[in-house]
């Protein structure tokens, strides 16, 4: 488990591969159990920071404040389409601001998501348990993968196959730009109800390092078409196609608050420059208006935070482009 002060493996074999993790990385939060990674606070309320510092919970040593972990909430509950799909967004946020600090968790999974509720019973995800996560300034996330003693992560069915397939060498390096937000997309079956198709045995169980995309398991109608088609974006056996966090999360944030934007016939700055200003307003009323505010508003508070012009057009354009095929 990674502290404030503590040392923890960079995925390296070299004898400095042990790195010190400075007090500065990580704030305190109001129980003294757990680190949160530091997260630029969007606004705040007195004492009370919203934003993205409770998406990402850096080490715990045990569950007080979080009720339960992601997969205990769905083994009870199961989200509508539009709750699921918030919730794959909040999972996407996190990565992105990981991904933006250089930090790659490499053990993703339901077990390692804790749940905490807002006042509407709404979970609130935190990525936790950051003990197998790359995190050299040296390297970024960019690891040279010289000889199989290299540490590549503790979650062998959730590894990304450009991490999976990958063969030591003097000149190999694995790129986990990208793998986390792979993981998400795994993990996405399982909020929106069905079974994770890279878990368990039989003829259904797919294999990260082997499958073909073809393979994928077709998520139901009920689930909303943009999630759909962007579980298997994220899904994509190359890398390079596979979307970035920051251009997933917009697609998702875009397909749940920006129908009025996607539906002009052309997509001109003006244009998207009124509706940002439009959500801009809607969220600070909202955020001054409620004692605490609920998942929806810190979502979008994130977006308007993390907002860039490029990341936004291209999720724009992706959406645009799954709408107008046959």
Request: aromatic content about 8%; some cysteine; glycine content about 8%.
């Amino acid at each position: 488990m990674l502290c404030a002060g503590d040392s923890y493996w960079n995925g390296t074999d070299s004898p400095s591969s042990r790195v010190d993790v400075p007090h500065s990385t990580l704030d305190s939060h109001s129980s003294p159990l757990y680190g949160v990674l530091s997260v630029p606070p969007l606004f705040r309320d007195g004492s009370e920071e919203v934003g993205g510092g409770t998406v990402m919970a850096s080490e715990f040593q045990g569950q007080e404040g979080y009720p339960c972990t992601l997969r205990q909430y769905l083994q009870e509950h199961t989200p509508s389409p539009r709750l699921a799909t918030m919730m794959t967004l909040q999972l996407l946020e996190g990565v992105d601001h990981l991904v933006q600090q250089g930090i790659a968790h490499r053990d993703l999974k339901s077990d390692n998501i804790l749940v905490e509720l807002d006042s509407d019973n709404c979970p609130w995800l935190v990525i936790s348990d950051f003990g197998c996560c790359l995190a050299d300034e040296r390297i970024g996330l960019q690891l040279p993968f010289t000889s199989w003693y290299v540490d590549l992560g503790g979650n062998g069915s959730l590894m990304a196959p450009e991490v999976s397939t990958a063969r030591p060498g003097p000149r190999t390096v694995v790129d986990f730009s990208k793998a986390d937000t792979w993981a998400v997309g795994a993990i996405a079956y399982e909020i929106f109800g069905l079974a994770n198709p890279f878990y368990g045995q039989g003829r259904a169980h797919l294999e990260s390092r082997s499958y073909q995309e073809a393979q994928l398991p077709e998520m139901p109608k009920l689930v909303p078409p943009d999630a759909r088609q962007l579980v298997r974006s994220l899904l994509q056996r190359e890398a390079s196609k596979r979307p970035s966090a920051r251009v997933a999360a917009n697609v998702l944030h875009l397909s749940l608050w920006g129908e009025h934007l996607l539906a002009l016939k052309n997509l001109k700055l003006d244009k998207m420059v009124g509706w940002l200003l439009q959500q801009s307003a809607a969220t600070l009323l909202a955020g001054r208006l409620m004692e605490r505010s609920c998942v929806e508003t810190k979502l979008q508070m994130l977006f308007l935070a993390n907002l860039e012009c490029e990341a936004l057009c291209q999720a724009a354009l992706l959406l645009r482009s799954w709408r107008a095929a046959p």
